[in-house]
């Protein structure tokens, strides 16, 4: 089965601070594993995804996540927060065959302080 | 070019009523997702539709939980007899084909069920 831990309900950071929002996944096999953001009122935006190939991916909004295999792990980061970037973010993953949804984590409010 | 829609955004339903829920999803996406997405929550998978043919419905809660795509464009996802732990928002995304392709999500139907 798979399934994806991420630390922290909520995180807050300081305008211009790094932002780093940890997942952990947990998959028998490699896994697609993807970063959606969720603005109030909103439907989830996919932020990036990881699929194969390069292990740094780069998103939308200056956000990149990089898949580590020996420590399981997605974490999201971003070098700069702007007070734009305050939302829930979510961790999902699904396997790369035989499956036909994504598995989320139960999110990460971050709160950016000005 | 449209997102994905969904209507009503708000639902509020007194115990026992049935519900529609209706989500457009984007032109020519084949594969159309449901999710379930209660308060504080991720979203957790309801049921997955290739073209008109449903194709997976592991995730719905209970035989009160309906959904439809008849021609394989719109869909309907019907809930009969609500009852309180109903309450959620209901979230639609569709992709161009499959589960490995983006999923776009639509702002979701808050259901409130008194």
């Known amino acids: 089965a798979q399934s994806v831990t991420q630390l922290g309900s909520h995180v807050s950071v300081s305008e211009g601070a790094l932002v780093l929002l940890r997942c952990n996944y947990s998959?028998?096999?490699?896994?697609?594993l993807f970063w959606y953001v969720q603005y109030p009122n909103q439907g989830l935006q996919l932020l990036l995804k990881?699929?194969?190939?390069?292990?740094l991916v780069k998103g939308i909004n200056g956000f990149e996540a990089e898949f580590k295999k020996s420590e399981t792990s997605f974490h999201l980061t971003k070098p700069s927060a702007h007070m734009s970037d305050a939302a829930e973010y979510f961790c999902?993953?699904?396997?790369?065959?035989?499956?036909?949804?994504?598995?989320f984590g139960t999110g990460t409010r971050l709160t950016v302080i000005p | 070019g449209a997102g994905v829609s969904q209507s009503p955004r708000y639902k509020v339903a007194k115990r026992g009523q049935d519900v529609a829920l209706r989500c457009d999803p984007i032109?020519?996406?084949?594969?159309l997702f449901w999710y379930q997405q209660a308060l504080g929550q991720g979203p957790e998978f309801l049921t997955y539709?290739?073209?008109?043919?449903?194709?997976?419905k592991s995730g719905l809660p209970s035989d009160r939980f309906f959904a439809e795509r008849p021609e394989g464009s719109v869909s309907t996802l019907k809930i009969q007899r609500t009852q309180q732990e109903d309450s959620a928002v209901y979230l639609c995304?569709?992709?161009?084909?499959?589960?490995?392709?983006?999923?776009?999500f639509g702002p979701g139907t808050r259901l409130t069920v008194l």
């Open positions: 539709f290739q073209n008109e043919a449903q194709l997976d």
């Open positions: 998959s028998s096999v490699p896994p697609y």
């Open positions: 032109s020519g996406h084949v594969s």
């Open positions: 999902a993953v699904t396997l790369r065959t035989g499956a036909n949804n994504l598995f």
């Open positions: 995304a569709s992709s161009l084909q499959g589960i490995r392709d983006t999923q776009y």
């Open positions: 990881y699929t194969s190939a390069a292990t």
